[in-house]
């Protein structure tokens, strides 16, 4: 699988996808990639200049190319309604935004801003796509986590963290409950009897808005790789006819294994029933019975 590379990608034409944070990092390769071999991509991010911009972009190396923005925050819950909304057709999604290693803050709706960004947002676009994705043949959905989940803790009774908050370890905790939702989406999925595939991926150690605002800046030409070679296991695991369901795609286009922890199916229940209550989502189109 090292050989891979986005010209293996298949030709995508008819499909539709949704990137979201694809104004810059990883996602904006991602977008780019997905709609050189012929997706109909919707850029997702919260600002219109950048996401305007990466639109630009795509279209200067990709003339012609079926290429829009359209406006999320993730951070405000009715604002990823309203963008469900307004989504037509889904046959990829790719969970891709992130912030990371920044001063306690909170989303609009009160979580603390790491775990409400990278989990609940991403939890709740899911869920609110989830019927448009099921009505499409070969679905899936794609939620980029991090290794740094290996050292992620899961307090419910702190998950607002309050008490002993810490930039690096709350990242850590919303890249494990990116991992725990993931393989829990697939166990429901299964369950349900539904064609729908979910995958995680790790990008690996990538120049990104994240490490900027991690002030790790002045190592950028050091020790990250570009944000192309990050977005390889994203696309892989997008497009490739080879990924299985639930499996964690790492740098070089190799399967990981989570930790233990991120593949607990009791820690994913409640963390999925805890998410289901703070956003409103319920899936109900793969709930257990």
Same mark, same amino acid.
């Given at each position: 699988?090292?050989?891979? /590379?986005?010209?293996?990608? =298949?030709?995508?034409?008819g499909?539709?996808?949704?990137?979201?944070?694809?104004?810059?990092?990883?996602?904006l390769p991602t977008a780019l990639e997905l709609a050189r071999h012929g997706a109909r991509v919707i850029v997702a991010a919260r600002s219109p200049e950048k996401g305007g911009a990466a639109v630009t972009q795509i279209l200067r190396e990709v003339p012609g190319a079926q290429v829009e923005y359209a406006r999320i925050d993730l951070a405000d819950l009715a604002s990823v309604r309203e963008f469900a909304e307004g989504v037509g057709e889904v046959d990829l999604l790719i969970n891709n935004a992130a912030i990371g290693m920044i001063p306690r803050q909170e989303t609009k709706d009160g979580f603390e801003m790491q775990f409400g960004t990278n989990h609940l947002g991403?939890?709740?676009? /899911?869920?609110?796509?989830? =019927?448009k994705l099921l009505a499409r043949p070969g679905a899936r959905v794609v939620t980029v986590s991090s290794d740094a989940h290996v050292v992620g803790r899961l307090d419910f009774g702190n998950l607002d963290l309050e008490r002993g908050y810490g930039r690096m370890s709350a990242y850590a905790r919303s890249k494990l409950a990116n991992l725990l939702f993931t393989l829990e989406l697939q166990r429901r999925a299964e369950k349900a009897g539904t064609g729908l595939?979910?995958?995680?991926?790790?990008?690996?150690?990538?120049?990104?808005?994240?490490?900027k605002l991690g002030l790790l800046q002045p190592l950028f030409g050091l020790f990250f790789q570009s944000a192309?070679?990050?977005?390889?296991?994203?696309?892989?695991?997008?497009?490739?006819?080879?990924?299985r369901g639930g499996e964690f795609v790492g740098p070089k286009i190799k399967i990981l294994t989570p930790s233990e922890r991120a593949r607990s199916e009791e820690l994913a229940g409640r963390l999925w029933d805890v998410s289901t209550e703070l956003t409103g989502v319920p899936f109900k189109e793969i709930a257990y019975s």
């Open positions: 699988m090292t050989s891979w /590379t986005p010209d293996s990608i =298949p030709d995508l034409t499909k539709s996808a949704v990137v979201t944070g694809a104004n810059s990092g990883i996602g991403h939890f709740a676009l /899911t869920g609110l796509l989830l =019927p595939i979910s995958v995680a991926c790790h990008p690996g150690t990538t120049a990104t808005n994240i490490v192309e070679k990050g977005a390889l296991p994203s696309l892989y695991a997008a497009t490739s006819p080879a990924i």
